[in-house]
């Protein structure tokens, strides 16, 4: 397989920590190194590396001394080297992303008092959503006079959803808006009306596995763009993949990215959609956590470039179990993902939408609320952690459900089963990434009230606590 993007020397000894500060000899400590960015998801599976001699002049060190590390590197199933192509990252053969440990799993197992944070999603908020299909059943009778099949959506709905961007500053009228089961129905309908088996879709690293798992369900090819370590985009890294491997899709997530939380400055967004006008990449936004920001919004993406392709859902604001989603995209591109649409499902259902389209206008009151729930639950959290496993690190998230830790040691798919041991039902970082990498990191919502919160967490660290580290090396930190 060819590496789909590059490292250039300089790029990749700014990622390295001091060599000569680290003990044993500069080959080894280099070869170490490099796996571990690699395992912690910093350098993407299939980049090629630097030429010997292009590190060697970066980094002051004799080119013996790279070629011994890269030769390690090798040996130890972390390089693959072909002849022309250079040497690109990979990661022992067995190591494969692990499966989420969510509920459909776990019936009957573990104790009793289970805390479930497998999920960054709410219950929906009491009361609201009895009131709203009392009413959309009331306003049900003119809806049923046709055959009631709407590929794009219920006209009024869709109406409802153009008028917000609109009021977001993106002009947009009602057909140019596609009604879907959620906004992964919208992703999955993008990509499989864009991309054909073996195209490239560029992704953040880590991402929702459910994005991915839908890019892989459709043939594509991932070209996963490491975050920065405190969070937010690597713009550089962003613009060199995408002139690098020219991807079909970019699939991003700057307004409260599902793990980090994290929020994406306007100029970061505006220097990466430049770049991807220039490689003739289609941008796709997942909005699906707009509403849920402790700080002000962003300027739409979309405002910015008129191409980008948004998709949301009442999902994550209001409730999971209405499946009700859309996308945003030119009347052409709407038309033809609408065909494509009903000869999937035919189209969606009537009454939900009636009741979507209810709860619609009081989108901004329901999120205040939300919001006024949330921002003590995040703060319980990262109080929680940092009196109860001060040795992780955690990013105060800006936005979102959920926020993404960095352990002391690359150990979160053991975590995660012994955890569901003790209760507590949580993702491993590795679900978030491909190829396994991501260890390091584990992801946790905000989503329960401060109490369980709290009781996550100390049964976590009791977990922590007695954890096996005996036996962590190069190859035991790939889980297969
Ligand atoms: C970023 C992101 N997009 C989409 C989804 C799925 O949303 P929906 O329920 O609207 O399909 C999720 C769910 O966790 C998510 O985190």
Same mark, same amino acid.
Request: charged share 20%; with cysteine; hydrophobic share 45%.
């Given at each position: 397989?060819?590496?789909?993007?590059?490292?250039?020397?300089?790029?990749?000894?700014?990622?390295?920590?001091?060599?000569?500060?680290?003990?044993g000899p500069v080959y080894s400590a280099l070869g170490d190194a490099v796996?571990?960015?690699?395992?912690?998801?910093?350098?993407?599976?299939?980049?090629?590396?630097?030429?010997?001699?292009?590190?060697?002049?970066?980094?002051?060190?004799?080119?013996?001394?790279?070629?011994?590390?890269?030769?390690?590197?090798?040996?130890?199933?972390?390089?693959?080297?072909?002849?022309?192509?250079?040497?690109?990252?990979?990661?022992?053969?067995?190591?494969?992303?692990?499966?989420?440990?969510?509920?459909?799993?776990?019936?009957?197992?573990?104790?009793?008092?289970?805390?479930?944070?497998?999920?960054?999603?709410?219950?929906?908020?009491?009361?609201?959503?009895?009131?709203?299909?009392?009413?959309?059943?009331?306003?049900?009778?003119?809806?049923?006079?046709?055959?009631?099949?709407?590929?794009?959506?219920?006209?009024?709905?869709?109406?409802?959803?153009?008028?917000?961007?609109?009021?977001?500053?993106?002009?947009?009228?009602?057909?140019?808006?596609?009604?879907?089961?959620?906004?992964?129905?919208?992703?999955?309908?993008?990509?499989?009306?864009?991309?054909?088996?073996?195209?490239?879709?560029?992704?953040?690293?880590?991402?929702?596995?459910?994005?991915?798992?839908?890019?892989?369900?459709?043939?594509?090819?991932?070209?996963?763009?490491?975050?920065?370590?405190?969070?937010?985009?690597?713009?550089?890294?962003?613009?060199?993949?995408?002139?690098?491997?020219?991807?079909?899709?970019?699939?991003?997530?700057?307004?409260?990215?599902?793990?980090?939380?994290?929020?994406?400055?306007?100029?970061?967004?505006?220097?990466?959609?430049?770049?991807?006008?220039?490689?003739?990449?289609?941008?796709?936004?997942?909005?699906?956590?707009?509403?849920?920001?402790?700080?002000?919004?962003?300027?739409?993406?979309?405002?910015?470039?008129?191409?980008?392709?948004?998709?949301?859902?009442?999902?994550k604001p209001i409730w999971g179990g209405l499946r009700i989603g859309w996308?945003?995209?030119?009347? /052409?591109? &709407?038309? !033809? +993902? *609408?065909?494509?649409?009903? %000869?999937? #499902?035919?189209? @969606?259902?009537?009454?939900?939408? $009636? =009741?979507?389209?209810?709860?619609?206008?009081?989108?901004?009151?329901?999120?205040?609320?939300?919001?006024?729930?949330?921002?003590?639950?995040?703060?319980?959290?990262?109080?929680?952690?940092?009196?109860?496993?001060?040795?992780?690190?955690?990013?105060?998230?800006?936005?979102?459900?959920?926020?993404?830790?960095?352990?002391?040691?690359?150990?979160?798919?053991?975590?995660?089963?012994?955890?569901?041991?003790?209760?507590?039902?949580?993702?491993?970082?590795?679900?978030?990434?491909?190829?396994?990498?991501?260890?390091?990191?584990?992801?946790?919502?905000?989503?329960?009230?401060?109490?369980?919160?709290? /009781?996550? &967490?100390? !049964? +976590? *660290?009791?977990?922590?606590? %007695?954890? #096996?580290?005996? @036996?962590?090396?190069?190859?035991? $930190? =790939?889980v297969a």
């Open positions: 397989m060819a590496p789909v993007s590059r490292l250039s020397g300089r790029t990749l000894a700014a990622l390295l920590p001091d060599l000569r500060t680290l003990p796996t571990a960015l690699v395992l912690d998801g910093r350098i993407a599976t299939e980049t090629r590396l630097p030429s010997e001699r292009e590190l060697a002049v970066a980094l002051q060190v004799s080119r013996a001394t790279v070629t011994a590390a890269y030769d390690a590197l090798r040996g130890d199933g972390f390089l693959a080297s072909r002849t022309g192509s250079g040497s690109f990252v990979t990661v022992p053969a067995g190591s494969v992303p692990r499966p989420s440990l969510s509920r459909w799993t776990m019936a009957g197992a573990g104790p009793a008092d289970v805390i479930d944070l497998s999920c960054a999603a709410l219950p929906a908020p009491p009361g609201l959503l009895e009131v709203a299909v009392a009413a959309a059943a009331r306003s049900i009778t003119p809806h049923t006079v046709d055959d009631g099949y709407a590929p794009a959506g219920l006209p009024a709905l869709r109406a409802a959803v153009a008028e917000r961007f609109t009021a977001r500053g993106v002009a947009t009228g009602p057909d140019q808006v596609l009604i879907t089961n959620g906004a992964l129905h919208g992703w999955d309908l993008l990509l499989r009306l864009l991309v054909g088996p073996g195209d490239r879709v560029l992704t953040e690293l880590p991402t929702y596995p459910g994005a991915l798992d839908a890019i892989r369900g459709n043939g594509a090819r991932v070209v996963p763009v490491p975050m920065a370590a405190g969070g937010g985009w690597q713009v550089d890294q962003l613009q060199a993949t995408l002139r690098q491997t020219s991807p079909r899709l970019a699939y991003l997530t700057p307004d409260f990215h599902n793990p980090t939380g994290a929020l994406i400055p306007e100029s970061d967004r505006r220097d990466v959609l430049r770049v991807a006008r220039q490689t003739g990449t289609t941008v796709v936004v997942d909005e699906s956590f707009v509403n849920l920001g402790f700080c002000p919004p962003e300027r739409a993406t979309a405002a910015i470039d008129s191409s980008v392709i948004s998709i949301g859902s009442l999902s996308l945003r995209a030119s009347v /052409d591109l &709407v038309h !033809r +993902l *609408a065909a494509l649409r009903a %000869g999937i #499902d035919m189209a @969606g259902p009537v009454l939900d939408q $009636l =009741v979507a389209t209810e709860l619609f206008g009081k989108l901004d009151e329901i999120t205040a609320a939300r919001l006024s729930e949330l921002r003590p639950q995040r703060d319980a959290l990262v109080a929680a952690l940092a009196r109860e496993l001060p040795e992780w690190q955690v990013a105060v998230p800006q936005g979102g459900l959920s926020l993404w830790a960095e352990l002391d040691a690359p150990l979160s798919t053991p975590l995660t089963l012994l955890a569901a041991q003790a209760g507590v039902i949580v993702v491993p970082g590795s679900r978030f990434g491909v190829d396994g990498t991501l260890e390091r990191f584990l992801r946790l919502p905000f989503s329960l009230p401060a109490p369980r919160l709290d /009781d996550a &967490v100390r !049964r +976590l *660290a009791g977990v922590w606590a %007695g954890i #096996d580290r005996a @036996g962590i090396g190069t190859r035991q $930190l =790939v």
